[in-house]
């Protein structure tokens, strides 16, 4: 069963526009909620992380907001640049495994 | 070295074909993961590793899948007689946990197509 839903699937937005990517989770059971860039051909680098005791963490242009009453977290990526067109997951980490969860990912395109 | 090393980055087999696929993590780090990437989708865990021990192997598909680490450094996934199913991007990640920082580091992938 897919533990974390992650929408849109596909983002297009101008440059300089913001950029808004949700994820939901299912599980109480997670205690850390990493989002990832992937380029093609690469793997996967951590952007920014959050723990469930915060509701808002910001880095540069990039800010995650997380909701834990409603199981819910977002990316938004201010000042959207052609360079942050990429693959982007979010993910959830199982506190008694390490393991990350993944949603299924956001292809973003940023057009000048 | 740096980061995570993958090698082979591509590996062509036929059906029916072993396969063993090479991680090298950062040096020092505890935790080793293997996930499966296909294709437009999300890394899926595969198994989990601290040190030699292997702690995790719930998400290995069959059991033509296998992967060690038997000096706690150094990871091979083995996958025997491949299938077509078995196509995808093979990632490895490490992290040093108990420590302030939890970041996973990924590899490149190795991507595996079988014909």
């Known amino acids: 069963q897919q533990q974390v839903k992650q929408s849109p699937q596909s983002l297009i937005v101008q440059k300089g526009g913001i950029s808004i990517i949700n994820c939901a989770y299912e599980n109480t059971a997670f205690d850390y909620f990493p989002w990832y860039q992937q380029f093609p051909g690469k793997g996967p680098a951590l952007l920014i992380a959050?723990?469930?005791?915060?509701s808002e963490k910001k880095e540069g242009r990039f800010t995650i907001s997380f909701n834990k009453s409603a199981k819910q977290f977002s990316l938004h990526i201010m000042d959207s640049q052609p360079g942050d067109s990429a693959t982007y997951f979010c993910?959830?980490?199982?506190?008694?495994?390490?393991?990350?969860?993944f949603g299924t990912g956001t292809r973003l395109q940023v057009f000048p | 070295g740096a980061g995570v090393s993958q090698s082979p980055r591509y590996k062509v087999a036929k059906r029916g074909q072993d396969v063993a696929l090479r991680c090298d993590p950062i040096?020092?780090?505890?935790?080793l993961f293997w996930y499966q990437q296909a294709l437009g989708q999300g890394p899926e865990f595969l198994t989990y590793?601290?040190?030699?021990?292997?702690?995790?192997k719930s998400g290995l598909p069959s059991d033509r899948f296998f992967a060690e680490r038997p000096e706690g450094s150094v990871s091979t996934l083995k996958i025997q007689r491949t299938q077509q199913e078995d196509s995808a991007v093979y990632l490895c990640?490490?992290?040093?946990?108990?420590?302030?920082?939890?970041?996973?580091?990924f590899g490149q992938g190795t991507r595996l197509t079988v014909v």
């Open positions: 590793f601290q040190n030699e021990a292997q702690l995790d």
């Open positions: 040096s020092g780090h505890v935790s």
């Open positions: 990640a490490s992290s040093s946990p108990g420590t302030k920082n939890t970041e996973a580091f």
């Open positions: 959050i723990r469930p005791d915060v």
């Open positions: 993910a959830a980490r199982e506190a008694n495994t390490d393991k990350l969860i």
